[in-house]
């Protein structure tokens, strides 16, 4: 701090004053303090003569060894003072004894030296004398002095706090009106500154201390704050200016940006109109081919046009393959693919992979291989659809860049292993590992890019679009999982996909007692399959034996022990790739050691698999089902029954439907709530068919007041009614079943509907219905849910539709197989209900084309889905699909695309006019 003429004074007065204070302060304590340290130091000084006389007297009583006199004079000395004690201590061996004493005093121990001191111990004043020192004895007198009285350094104390408190604030006083008067001008100036907003360094000071300097200072800032405002007016009038021009510009990027936006969206939304359109365009010409293509196969072909037909077969389903990529990639890049979430078996899921793929690996030539870890179990949530088709991509991938050669086989293994698992997911690894060309990290680096591959060359020698692996990352990742990959360049490559899968309450282990006391020898040459068929068998809890060589087999053949009647022994045979030959495993069924061995032979060739006995059991390894395995095993072991063909059944058509009022007595009685009246004939017939009497009500309304009247066995309601929807009356009528005192005359409710949406189903099972059909009715699947709902019924048998019916020889509007599916094999019903829908149908078209021209998205939406089931359920699929496609694009409001369907649905209407006109 600058020192000036003002600031000398303030310390010389802040200093001066501390003196007094610390002066006044040293007086007072000396005062009330002097007079107990000079009463102390007289106390010392008496004890200090009496001890030295003390001692004198004791020296003379000691040079006789006369302890008893000096205890008396040590008694008089103390003259019975209890604030005084003396003792008496000789030296002997460096350690001071104690010879005799008067009594103690409390709390004070003697810690004797053999030295003559006067001092102060506490509150104890202790006086040492050596008595002689040839005999080396010592007195201590202690006598104990009162504590100080702490009253007069209080008082000291207190007189120096109020002396202090009176300077101090006569100073701050002092001192406060000195600040006063010096600072009243400045605040005052300061302030009337502050106030008017004026800067111009008016406060005036003629003070010449500091007060002064501080004055001048604060003028100078009170001109730069003028400065500066002039500087901020100058700078806000410049940004204002500028952000005039910034808007401007903003705006008129906005303006592009919003013109661009909109053209990316009618681009966007031109393209997904595009790839449905063309996609449904292509599919269903693809389809009429593929069709064709069976019919013609099953018709007599030399073996040249037959190879033909397998080339325009699978160069069809290629197609239809590519069309799937670009719709899924479609989906995924607008954000519109949505996954299903329910509980799925990854079993089943790889072993269709397998089975779909097969016939491509034997093209090849791989060996296509499956293993699913048997810790995995099955009800974990997940979308089946597209966990297979990310299996499905990753190893038809792996089996196209695999390649067999005279020196090494081509192998593909696809697998799901259990990385871990809690309460709550299992974490799910699933691999796709082939030792084929290999990749480069170059080509690694994009190969999930989409419409790429690992290079040029592929898409010309190999084909496909190139969307398979990243449609497959992005499936992943709506997952919630992660995929990678891991390649050499000549030794193959190993795709990883790692997915969440949380579990459901339908969890289902394989039981480790599945092959328990079963005894399993396996023979096997392939690594892997040893690797596989091992972990599945001793997870089962299966007793194994492992063999690796046809001599190490017919060495353990000649070693096998004669089995008790109920010891279950398998041997599981691996003859893929002639591992091991037919002859070879019959001399081994020969061996009289084996006549109770139970054989399963995994082979490759499927005449093979026709030739199972009793002691011997075929499994088709195309690829190694762990289902089908575990089965052959257990089939082996007669711990099941060995599966029957699966025969083509015949419907059995009731010969007449009773009367109403039978069917009421019996409660056989059916109550059908529709409100379309073609559905209401198809189904009346069927039911009618199959030997059921129905009573049918227009709307859920007069469906429930029916109901009402009587309680019918069984319901069958459409979903989508005027008045009251199918789900209102299951509602209503489940709200009123619980007042029954009785079960007797409880209601089955089934859904008939043609949504086939997904989570429909159990929409309809969670609010209390018990089943779910999809329209059109099948004449099968009506009768299979009438055998469990209400069965016990009149039935007649008729043989098959697909067995009866010609295929139309060329192409027509409507399919014949299909309407006796639903119709029976009656051509004069076919008839009856064609032209029925031919003037049924032209009445819908007209309201079809009213409300489109209106945009009345829910009246176009409700007519297509009248129109759907209804065309179907005559046989004009293509018309049923033409009305599917416009339900589809009535929910999204894409006038555009509804009007071309409505066109489509027209032209398609007018064919099967004309095909009916002209066949009848």
């Known amino acids: 701090m600058e020192k000036n003429a003002y600031t000398k004074p303030l310390f010389r007065r802040l200093g001066l004053m501390a003196l007094l204070l610390l002066l006044l302060q040293a007086a007072l304590f000396t005062l009330f303090t002097l007079p107990e340290q000079n009463q102390e130091e007289n106390q010392l000084a008496r004890l200090s003569a009496e001890t030295t006389i003390l001692a004198s007297a004791l020296g003379a009583v000691l040079q006789n060894n006369n302890i008893t006199d000096a205890e008396q004079l040590l008694l008089q000395a103390r003259n019975a003072d209890s604030n005084r004690a003396l003792y008496l201590y ?75 408190a009176v300077l101090s604030l006569s100073f701050a006083y002092a001192i406060s009106v000195f600040f006063s008067h010096k600072l009243l001008p400045l605040v005052s100036n300061t302030k009337t500154a502050l106030d008017k907003g004026l800067f111009d360094g008016s406060v005036e000071s003629h003070a010449h201390d500091s007060f002064g300097v501080l004055g001048s200072y604060i003028n100078q800032l009170f001109r730069r704050i003028e400065q500066g405002q002039q500087a901020l007016k100058t700078s806000e009038t410049n940004i204002a200016q500028l952000k005039q021009e910034v808007d401007t510009r903003i705006k008129e990027r906005t303006d592009a940006l919003e013109t661009a936006k909109l053209a990316a969206e009618r ?15 292509i599919r269903t010409p693809m389809n009429g081919i593929i069709g064709t293509i069976d019919l013609l196969r099953k018709t007599q072909l030399s073996t040249s046009q037959f190879r033909m037909t397998d080339t325009i077969r699978e160069s069809s389903f290629s197609l239809l393959r590519i069309l799937d990529d670009i719709l899924d990639f479609s989906k995924i890049e607008a954000g519109k693919m949505e996954l299903e979430n329910i509980p799925v078996s990854l079993v089943d899921i790889i072993e269709a992979v397998g089975r779909i793929l097969v016939s491509v690996a034997y093209q090849r030539q791989i060996d296509l291989k499956l293993y699913i870890d048997p810790k995995i179990p099955d009800g974990l949530y997940g979308d089946p659809i597209r966990l297979r088709q990310i299996l499905y991509n990753l190893a038809g991938n792996a089996i196209k860049f695999t390649e067999t050669t005279p020196t090494k086989t081509g192998v593909v293994v696809v697998r799901a292993d259990l990385l871990e698992e809690n309460m709550e997911f299992s974490q799910i690894q699933f691999s796709v590992i082939d030792n084929g060309r290999g990749m480069t990290q170059r080509q690694i680096n994009y190969v999930f890019h989409p419409f790429n591959q690992a290079e040029g060359s592929i898409t010309r020698k190999f084909g496909g679009t190139g969307l398979g692996l990243s449609i497959c990352q992005r499936l992943t990742s709506l997952m919630y999982g992660d995929i990678d990959v891991q390649s050499e360049v000549g030794k193959g490559t190993e795709f990883k996909v790692r997915i969440p899968m949380r579990r459901s309450e339908e969890i289902d282990y394989v039981s480790t007692e599945l092959l328990r006391d079963i005894h399993i020898c396996l023979f096997t040459m392939d690594s892997e399959n040893q690797e596989h068929l091992t972990n599945y068998f001793r997870h089962t809890n299966a007793e194994l034996d492992v063999v690796n060589s046809i001599e190490a087999l017919y060495q353990r053949a000649a070693q096998q022990k004669r089995l008790p ?42 005449e093979l698999s026709e030739h199972s006995n009793e002691h011997t059991y075929y499994l088709h390894s195309s690829p190694i089902c762990r289902s089908h395995l575990y089965d052959a095993i257990l089939v082996a072991a007669k711990r099941k029954d060995k599966p029957k063909r699966q025969q083509t059944s015949n419907l059995n058509l009731s010969k007449g ?49 029916m109901w009402h009247r009587y309680h019918y066995p069984l319901v069958l309601t459409d979903l989508h009614m005027p008045n009251m929807s199918g789900y209102d009356l299951a509602i209503a009528i489940r709200k009123e079943s619980l007042h029954r005192q009785d079960d007797i005359n409880f209601s089955r409710i089934v859904a008939v509907t043609a949504n086939a949406l997904k989570g429909e189903e159990q929409k309809c099972i969670s609010i209390g219905m018990d089943g779910y059909i999809t329209k059109p009715l099948e004449l099968e699947t009506l009768a299979t849910m009438l055998n469990r709902w209400l ?32 119709l029976g094999n009656d051509p004069a019903k076919h008839e009856e209900y064609l032209n029925y829908f031919v003037k049924h149908a032209k009445e ?57 369907y409505v066109r489509l649905m027209q032209e398609r209407y007018q064919e099967v006019v004309n095909y009916v006109r002209h066949r009848y």
């Open 267 to 281: 681009a966007n939304e031109a393209k997904s109109t595009f790839l449905a359109t063309m996609s449904h365009e």
């Open 657 to 705: 439907a009773p009367d109403i009022d039978t069917a009421r007595l019996n409660r056989q009685l059916i109550l059908l709530a529709e409100d379309n009246m073609m559905n209401q004939r198809v189904i009346v017939d069927q039911l009618n068919a199959l030997g059921y009497a129905v009573e049918v009500a227009d709307d859920g309304a007069i469906a429930l007041e």
């Open 90 to 164: 000789r030296q002997a061996n460096q350690q001071m004894e104690l010879v005799a004493n008067t009594v103690n005093l409390a709390d004070f121990v003697p810690q004797p030296e053999l030295i003559n001191q006067d001092r102060r111990q506490g509150n104890m004043l202790v006086v040492s004398r050596i008595i002689n020192s040839e005999l080396n004895t010592l007195l201590v007198n202690v006598h104990y002095i009162a504590p100080p009285s702490q009253l007069p350094l209080v008082l000291a104390l207190v007189i120096s706090a109020l002396v202090a």
């Open 844 to 900: 819908l078209l007209t309201e079809l084309t009213t409300e489109a021209q209106a945009q009345n998205r829910s009246g176009v939406r409700a007519i297509a889905h009248q129109f759907k089931s209804v065309a179907k359920s005559v046989g004009a699929v293509s018309l049923s699909a033409k009305a599917l496609k416009l339900e589809q694009a009535a929910e999204n409001s894409d006038w555009p695309v509804i009007n071309e």
């Open 565 to 606: 009647p109920k010891q279950a022994v398998v041997w599981v045979l691996d003859s893929t790739y002639e591992q091991i030959s037919t002859e070879q495993i019959k001399t081994l069924q020969q061996v009289p050691q084996l006549e109770r061995v139970q054989f399963v032979v995994i082979t490759n060739q499927v």
């Open 791 to 822: 069965p016990n019924v009149q039935e007649k048998t008729v043989a098959h539709s697909a067995n009866t019916i010609e295929p139309t020889p060329q192409p027509s509007p409507i399919c014949f197989t299909t309407i006796a599916n639903f």
